[in-house]
C-alpha cells in the first residue's frame, strides 16, 4: 500500500518571476521529500496591484502584507519571497527559516535593443549627457546621480518584461534591473553592465538581501521548518542578516537610498560595505568592516555597528531628510530631482 502524501501549501506572488521562483525552490526540495505534494497558491500583492505610484509611497510590505495574512490565517505554510523585499522587522508570528544560495546579487545595465544592436552605448558612460535611464529605485538613481550627473532618472514600474518592453519602445536610453532576475527567467543576453563597487566609471551597492530567496514560516512551525531546511545555505544567511542589520539599524526599507556588498575573505571572516546617498547624489557616507562571523546573532551586529559609524558621519541626516519626504509625500520620486 502505497504511503498517502503530505500536501505543503506554498505562499507566492503571481508574476512570472515569482512563480519561476517558487518552481526553483520546488524542484529543489522534492528530491528530499518524495511523499510531499507542494501545492503553489499565488496571488497579487499591492506593489503588483498598483503599477502607477512610485514605491516609496506605498510605504513597507507592498509585496509582503498580503502573503503574510495567508501564512498567519494557516491558509500557507510558508511563503517564497525574494529577500530584498521582506521589511526588515518582520509581523509578529513571522520568521524567516531559510534564506537560499545567492544569485548573482549585482545590478546590471540593460540597453535599448536598438542601441544595443547598433554597438552604439555599451556602459553608462557612454550615454551622452541628458540620457534617460529608467529605474524605480531611488537606491539606484542616487547612486547613480553620484557617478553620473548628466543621466536623467525616470520612474519604470512593471515585471522583468514590461520594464525591458519599455526601454525598448518608449523615450528610455537604458534601464537598471537586479540581474537575478533575469538570470534566473533566462534573459541574461540582454546585460549590458554589470555594476558592483569596482565597475570602471563609478558602481553601485545592491539592495540589501538582493538576489537571495527567503522562505517565511510561522514562528514555532518547526515541522515546516524541518521540510525546508535542505534548501538553507548558511553563508548566504548570515551574510544577508549582516545587510539587514545595516538596514534595521538605520530603519530604511527597500524605499531609501542605502546600498551594501557582502563578500566572504576567509573561511569566516564577512566584508560588509555599506552606502547612505543623498536622493540628489550630492552627499554621501561611505563604509566597511571585516569580521569573523559564525552565527545569525554575529551578523545582526555587524550590520549594527557599521550602521551606527555611518549615522555619526551624516547618514542618518541623509535618512531623515528621506524620510521628511516620505512623510509629506514629496522627494521620494525617482524622476522629481
Known amino acids: 500500500m502505497s504511503e498517502q502524501k503530505q500536501t505543503v501549501h506554498i505562499g507566492t506572488r503571481r508574476s512570472a518571476l515569482a512563480l519561476r521562483q517558487v518552481d526553483l525552490v520546488i524542484a529543489a526540495l522534492q528530491p528530499h521529500h518524495p511523499n510531499v505534494h507542494f501545492q503553489v497558491h499565488a496571488l497579487a500583492t499591492l506593489g503588483d496591484k498598483n503599477q502607477t505610484a512610485s514605491l516609496p509611497s506605498l510605504g513597507k510590505g507592498l509585496w509582503t502584507n498580503e502573503l503574510e495574512a495567508k501564512l498567519f490565517n494557516n491558509e500557507v505554510d510558508f511563503i517564497v519571497h525574494c529577500l530584498k523585499d521582506v521589511p526588515t522587522t518582520l509581523p509578529e508570528g513571522g520568521k524567516i527559516g531559510v534564506v537560499t544560495e545567492r544569485e548573482d546579487p549585482r545590478d546590471v545595465v540593460i540597453m535599448k535593443k536598438k542601441w544595443a544592436e547598433q554597438g552604439k552605448y555599451k556602459t553608462l558612460s557612454d550615454l551622452p549627457e541628458g540620457a534617460i535611464v529608467g529605474t524605480s529605485s531611488v537606491r539606484r538613481a542616487a547612486q547613480l546621480r553620484r ?7 525616470k520612474d519604470v514600474r512593471g515585471n522583468i518584461e514590461t520594464r525591458m518592453r519599455k526601454c525598448d519602445e518608449e523615450d528610455y536610453d537604458c534601464i537598471i534591473l537586479a540581474a537575478a532576475g533575469l538570470l534566473r527567467m533566462g534573459y541574461d543576453e540582454r546585460i549590458a ?7 570602471e566609471g563609478g558602481g553601485m551597492l545592491h539592495a540589501v538581501g538582493q538576489g537571495a530567496l527567503a522562505m517565511e514560516i510561522r514562528e514555532g512551525d518547526d515541522k515546516t521548518l524541518e521540510i525546508i531546511k535542505p534548501l ?14 545595516v538596514m534595521r539599524s538605520l530603519e530604511g526599507g527597500c524605499s531609501v537610498p542605502i546600498g551594501v556588498e557582502t563578500k566572504w ?27 569573523v562571523i559564525k552565527t545569525i546573532e ?16 551624516g547618514a542618518q ?10 512623510a509629506s509625500g514629496g522627494a521620494l520620486k525617482v524622476g522629481d530631482l
Open 147 to 153: 557617478r553620473y550627473p548628466g543621466l536623467v532618472f
Open 193 to 199: 553592465q554589470w555594476l558592483d563597487s569596482t565597475t
Open 232 to 245: 538553507c545555505h548558511e553563508k548566504t544567511m548570515l551574510a544577508t542578516f549582516a545587510e539587514r542589520g
Open 265 to 291: 575573505v576567509g573561511e569566516d571572516q564577512l566584508q560588509l560595505r555599506a552606502t547612505v546617498v543623498s536622493l540628489d547624489g550630492k552627499e554621501s557616507v561611505d563604509g566597511q568592516s571585516v569580521e
Open 298 to 313: 554575529d551578523a545582526e551586529e555587524m550590520g549594527k555597528k557599521l550602521a551606527e559609524d555611518l549615522a555619526k558621519r
Open 317 to 326: 541626516k541623509i535618512l531623515d531628510f528621506v524620510n521628511q519626504g516620505r
